[in-house]
């Protein structure tokens, strides 16, 4: 039958190309399961989402590789170039994945205004033309373990020498499937020691609320249902006696920093805590903690969090495994 120029058969196309890469997997396999065009369309989706967890979202294609007899192609979750608040319109979004339009890397203004949503704080910034070390005011060393740099208030913009963690993930990444650890990180070109490889990007939780999810998290990651990546971090406050807690959770919003495992020797990435100049909040961001060659996995220490006795087998591999993955201590 033909309604106005297209045939059924041309609409059902149309409609299912719209609507068919906003649904998880599970809708999705249901859906190819209805007709030789769904399950046409299904394929694609599939195939392009294997192709680019990143979703177009950050400078290169973030694949994954499945090479064991595993049957899942992908892991699905929201991606976030940049972290946002949890109670952001953002963080209810759905999101459109593997459709035939490709996203294209976000703008330099979406990324600023990504980051003013989130980090607005106090109207501190430089007005520098071009900022340099030594005379830009925001252009400080590590101060208590936090690196800062230009921030939302500054005249520069994101081609600022001091905003190197502010433009994305810089280099070639894959994901790839480790049989006993999930999904992995990997390098897909080598990367020198000290550059910045990417941000923990995901939903900023407050403490209450990060105790809650860890609770759930704790007892499904348990049955296996669930891989949690709700990272916590401290920053110690010049006064030395108190201590911001950042909780930041991407399990179900989240970059490709969420699949990086952990490793009991501390493994080859460093985290460190950013701060925008003027901003209240700091930004976790990994860095390379040595020369890290291309297909290398890239992994780092969970951290001084407790070793449960029931908690999680640890597959790290490293000379000094303690046998079992570290927890946050709720
Ligand atoms: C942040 S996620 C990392 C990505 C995860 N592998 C995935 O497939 O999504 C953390 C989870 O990965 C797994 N994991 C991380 N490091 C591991 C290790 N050294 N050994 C075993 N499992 C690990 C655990 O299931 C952990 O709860």
Known sequence: MKRGNLTDEQLLHQWASLVLPYLSPRDLAASACACRTLSHIAAGVTSRRTA??????????????????????????????HPILSNSPSSSFSQSWGGEESRGIATDCERLQGLRSCFGGFEVGCDCDRCEEGKCACWSDMELGVLKECGENCACGLTCENRRTQSGIPIRLKIVR??????????????????????????????EAAQIR???????????????ALLVAR?????????????????????????????????NLKLLLVRNSGSLLPRLC????????????????????TIKENGLP???????????????ET
């Open 52 to 81: 680019d967890a990143a979703r177009g979202l950050e400078r290169y294609p973030i694949p994954f590789v499945n090479t064991t007899a595993s049957p899942h192609p992908y892991s699905y979750f929201l991606y976030t170039p």
């Open 178 to 207: 480790d049989a006993r650890k999930g999904w992995s990180l990997h390098a897909a070109e080598a990367i020198r020691r000290g550059d910045f490889v990417c941000e923990y990007a995901g939903e900023y939780l407050t403490t």
């Open 214 to 228: 860890l609770k759930t998290y704790d007892e499904l990651s348990l049955k296996g249902t669930i891989s949690p």
């Open 235 to 267: 920053e110690h406050l010049p006064s030395g006696k108190a201590c911001l807690r950042v909780n930041i959770d991407a399990t179900k919003i989240g970059n490709a920093a969420r699949f990086i495992n952990h490793s009991c020797d501390g493994g």
């Open 286 to 305: 990994f860095f390379a903690s040595v020369d890290i060659s291309e297909d290398e996995e890239l992994s780092f220490s969970y951290g001084a969090s």
């Open 314 to 328: 640890c597959f790290c591999g490293s000379a000094n495994c303690s046998g079992v993955l570290p927890s946050e």
